[in-house]
């Protein structure tokens, strides 16, 4: 499976980004897709994931209420609509897909075995 994120940028604080992770073939169907960010120095960080088949979402705590995950199974495509964007949510953006999940997992990068190439979000203050 190949993804491809995109939709990154330069946005001013309080500014609004969607990003866009893409499959090159139809296999999304037992997977849960999912957005992880790292910014410089820091490990990579879960941010939030949906499940395909049933439509679960999970947020970490500091993006609640600001961004949503949502999917478009004919496009086989998982978006990140991200509001009231901050300075810390600075960082590069991968989207990854798992297959092997159970729910308490789904926040590890460990568990996920496909990702794509990253795309850079950048928050001014």
């Known amino acids: 499976v190949q993804l491809q994120a995109s939709g990154g940028g330069l946005v001013q604080a309080g500014g609004s980004l969607r990003l866009s992770c893409a499959a090159s073939?139809?296999?999304?169907?037992?997977?849960?897709v999912g957005w992880f960010r790292q910014a410089p120095g820091k490990e990579r960080e879960f941010v939030a994931t949906?499940?395909?088949?049933?439509?679960?979402?999970y947020y970490t705590d500091s993006v609640k209420g600001r961004f949503t995950i949502s999917k478009d199974s004919a496009k086989n495509t998982v978006y990140l609509q991200m509001n009231s964007l901050k300075p810390e949510d600075t960082g590069v953006y991968y989207c990854a897909a798992s297959s092997r999940y159970i729910t308490s997992t789904l926040g590890l990068p460990d568990v996920y075995d496909y990702w794509g190439q990253g795309t850079q979000v950048t928050v001014s203050s």
């Open positions: 073939e139809r296999t999304f169907g037992r997977y849960a």
């Open positions: 949906i499940t395909w088949l049933d439509n679960r979402k």
